[in-house]
């Protein structure tokens, strides 16, 4: 066996080099946050101005418990399995928490890259980096680097990208 085709291989068996920002944790945290927390006032207030069975207050605590375990679980699973890499050759994300998926762009084929930033992201100084190509699975989303990790792998795309040849379709 070659050595270019065990070196992809070996790339393909084991999971990418790096983990995202730990910053990432709290990010995802606060996003769950807002919407448990849009739910659950949205309960509160059915409770509040309605003479609601007894039920009904029991579903409510057991969302909000839901909620709690949820908003402590999940952001740190994520982090254990959101990885990335980028080598000469390809990107590689991997992500998903009930559903590990491993997705990998060709960098011959790369058509954008783009960096994006939300207002928590803003707070937190984290970054997510897209990298679009002509795949119908649609692009692959690197969430919650450092924004200055982020810049950084934007720039070194872009260089390896203008300088791959292929016709990125």
Known sequence: MSHAISHRLQLRL????????PKAVLWWALQSAIGWAALLVGGGVVLYFTDAPLWLV???????????????ITPRLQYRAHRWEVTDQAVYVQFGVLVREWRIAPLSRVQTVDSERG????YLKLATVTVTTASASG??????????????LVDRLTAITEATPGDAT
């Open 14 to 21: 084991r999971p990418p080099a790096h983990q995202v920002h």
């Open 58 to 72: 029991i579903v409510e605590v057991a969302v909000a418990v839901v909620a709690v375990a949820e908003m402590s």
């Open 119 to 122: 207002p928590l992201q803003q």
């Open 139 to 152: 692009p692959l989303k690197i969430r919650g680097l450092g924004q200055d990790e982020a810049a950084e």
